[in-house]
């Protein structure tokens, strides 16, 4: 069948939200309790695990294998995913239960695409904890092909799921390769004596922000706008769920490729104090610091009347290294009081 021949349903008609309320003193020992902290941007769980009498406060959701959690709670963050165990979650997660006619492994793949996670942003409510309502989830509209249709497209995206995963972690082996490798070069920037160079003097360093949502054309088709959870810890930076106009873009702060972004402050712990090297220009949240190298390593080739322009446009008039970033980098994650910032380390080109 055609995709142009299959119905569509609101989600209210075709699967429950199954908001089963267990309260506080009745949380059992040991029972797995997942918070938005524990899901990812890509629909895996995340430092799950059992809690003791006492140690949740307030009311909590059932949940179980049968369900998919979508997270209400900025949902920009694209907080969908599908448990394989039984357990109690946050009421900022709404557990769906899919009705015979939808397959849930499906409904977690189309709650997860880019224009659906733009929808539901959209619809949410609230400048500071922007949150989606059970009754606005209910509303969107789901593509309904043939319940087998739903499992072969499920099983599909399963599997592309399942090649980004083993990406990540070749990627993350290349990125032990790499860190091993630039310590035996040039040692442990964190213990390394020897001289060395105050960051604002070798590079700028940049904040991120979040332009107002109370004026939607801030947001739309135009630049990605990064988030702590699209800094994987492999150092790769994946594609953001939500773009920024040319409004919006002028209102942000933008970083260019070749920038390193590291995260300080961000709603899953697990995020502090990764680092992602950008391919591309990007704009970024507050969550994030960008560092702005100067005339630091210039690529093969490059000219060499271009390269010494860039170094006479520096207060100290001669080029960085890749210490002077690293020791950046040691320095964000090394101060806890830091939120989001933008720290140049460019001699002093931004003084001149």
Request: include cysteine; aromatic fraction near 6%; hydrophobic fraction near 40%.
């Amino acid at each position: 069948m055609a995709a142009s021949a299959w119905g569509e349903s609101e989600l209210a008609t075709i699967a429950t939200l199954d908001r089963r309320t267990v309260s506080a003193g009745e949380i059992e020992r040991g029972e797995r309790y997942v918070g938005l902290e524990n899901m990812t941007s890509d629909g895996r769980f995340e430092g799950v695990g059992g809690v003791e009498p006492g140690e949740l406060k307030s009311n909590k959701f059932r949940f179980g294998p049968e369900h998919v959690l979508y997270g209400k709670l900025r949902p920009y963050l694209s907080k969908i995913a599908r448990p394989n165990f039984t357990g109690i979650c946050s009421t900022d997660i709404l557990p769906i239960r899919p009705g015979p006619e939808l397959d849930g492994t499906y409904l977690m793949h189309f709650l997860r695409t880019p224009a659906m996670v733009r929808h539901a942003t959209t619809r949410a409510t609230g400048i500071n904890l922007p949150r989606l309502s059970p009754k606005e989830l209910q509303r969107f509209v789901i593509p309904l092909p043939p319940i087998e249709e739903q499992r072969r497209i499920a099983t599909v995206l399963d599997a592309a799921d399942s090649l980004r995963a083993k990406r990540r972690q070749a990627l993350a082996k290349l990125d032990d390769l790499t860190q091993a490798t630039f310590i035996d070069m040039f040692g442990d920037p964190l213990t390394t004596t020897g001289p060395r160079r105050v960051v604002a003097d070798v590079a700028e360093v940049v904040t991120g922000n979040t332009p107002p949502r109370s004026d939607e054309t801030n947001y739309g088709p135009g630049i990605e706008w990064i988030k702590s959870d699209n800094i994987e810890e492999s150092g790769v930076v994946s594609s953001a769920a939500e773009n920024l106009s040319a409004k919006g873009e002028a209102k942000g702060r933008v970083a260019p490729a070749s920038a390193p972004l590291v995260v300080c402050i961000a709603g899953s712990p697990a995020s502090i104090g990764r680092v992602g090297l950008l391919d591309r220009p990007v704009a970024f949240n507050q969550q994030i610091n960008a560092i702005l190298p100067g005339p630091v390593l210039f690529p093969t080739g490059y000219p060499t009347d271009d390269a010494q322009r860039e170094i006479d446009r520096t207060l100290l008039e001669c080029a960085g290294s890749a210490d002077d970033i690293a020791k950046a980098v040691a320095f964000l994650l090394e101060n806890d009081y830091l939120t989001g910032v933008a720290l140049p380390v460019d001699g002093g080109r931004l003084l001149t």
